[in-house]
């Protein structure tokens, strides 16, 4: 689960971590009036959107003035964001922050992660902030710092003077302190709100010599998130495509894909399985949709609906191995969902194990116009050739 900008600063101040004084809001009226409340000029509108790379994409901009403010924010909130990590058509800006403009001296990155190689977090600093750590670590490797932390021992002052003294030129004592400082915090935030990625890219020394977060960067492990139960109220669904998050509330295993032939699984090796014969029959699967072993007839009929609500999917194909799964339960799920939804494209199922007579006879008696493939190959092609035929 991710964090807004705004959300994440909000952590930071918890934990001690300077961040510049804003506020969130949502029409350019709202900034204008945020504006006045801050110190300026300048002020900072920014984008909140679960992307990065805003500042390149137009989604951060510099106000002098507070008509400017209210111009930049009424820009941003009225034209989808594009930047690297938002794909071709962007994204709806919802809400912008508004923060009083800091003037940047040098630039640094700072980031803690989980190294999964070494099954411990890593905290990583680098003189070259500001911009994309990637690049930094392709074009110059020897800038990017690392330090590798015992979860037991925790994080050591040691380390922190490791990566500070890493510096060059070297800042003056007390701002080096100050930087080792916002180490300390945001790994003991890293920890305490069971993050798989905090990072602070810009940590900036103002002109002024103070050290300050400018972004804020903070993802939660979902696996957490029963036990961090004030951090799910900081969920947003907008940020999210509307079918994830409604195989979310189902419990399903669903990924989008750019294909047109919509697939549901039980087993995610299965699922693997099929989107590659799929593959192999010369067509592209949609999604990723793996009902899960123990799915029940609700689940089977709201995978069937998400598949459906892809405008993409041309043609359907089921692929179970009834397990504890049982194929009875899937032949109803099934002809739930097509009592609700009008089944539009090509349905091909392939019923293997448990109950499959019992599930056979079920389709077979209703109404559902479908085809039976006799294996996953036979499967494939005739789902293809159906996308053929439509296309
Ligand atoms: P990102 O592009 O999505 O990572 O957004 P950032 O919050 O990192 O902002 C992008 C860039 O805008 C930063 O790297 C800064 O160089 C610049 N920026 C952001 N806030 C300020 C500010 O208060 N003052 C100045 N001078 N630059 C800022
Ligand atoms: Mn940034």
Known sequence: MKLHEYQAKEFFKRFGIPVPEGKVTRSGDEALAAARELKGPPWVVKAQVHAGGRGKGGGVKVAGSIEDVKEAASAILGTPLVTKQTGPDGRKVHQVLVEEGVQIDREFYLAVVIDRAKAMPVVIFSQAGGMEIEE??????????????????????????????????????????????????????????????????????????????????????????PRQK?????????????????????????????????????????????????????????????????????????GLEIILEDENVKAI????????????????????????????????????????????????????????????????AMVTEQVKKSA
């Not at 399903?252 to 039980?266: P, W």
């Not at 199922?349 to 559902?368: A, D, F, Y």
């Open 317 to 380: 194909l089921i692929n179970i191995f009834g397990g504890i799964l049982r194929c009875d339960v899937l032949a109803r799920g099934v002809l739930a969902a097509a009592e609700k939804t009008a089944i539009r494209v090509p349905l091909i199922v392939r019923l293997e194990g448990t109950n499959v007579e019992e599930g056979r006879k079920i389709l077979q008696e209703s109404k559902l116009k479908f085809m039976v493939a006799k294996d996953m190959a036979e499967a494939a």
């Open 230 to 302: 004030e951090l799910r109220a900081f969920d947003d669904p907008k940020e999210k495509d509307p079918l994830d998050v409604k195989a979310e509330q189902y419990n399903l295993n669903y990924i989008r894909l750019s294909g047109n032939i919509g697939a549901m699984v039980n087993g995610a090796g299965l699922a693997m399985a099929t989107m590659d014969v799929i593959k192999l029959a010369g067509a592209e699967p949609a999604n990723f949709l793996d009902v899960g072993g123990g799915a029940s007839e609700e689940m089977v009929t709201r």
């Open 136 to 225: 930094v670590a392709v074009r110059t490797p020897e800038l990017v710092l690392r330090q590798f932390v015992d979860p037991v021992a925790g994080w050591m002052s040691y380390q922190a003077r490791t990566l500070a003294y890493g510096l060059d030129p070297l800042p003056d004592s007390d701002t080096l302190k100050d930087i080792m400082a916002v180490m300390g915090k945001l790994y003991r935030a890293f920890v305490s709100l069971d993050c798989s990625l905090a990072e602070i890219n810009p940590l900036v020394i103002t002109e002024q010599g103070k050290v300050i977060a400018v972004d804020a960067k903070i993802n939660i492990d979902d696996n957490a998130l």
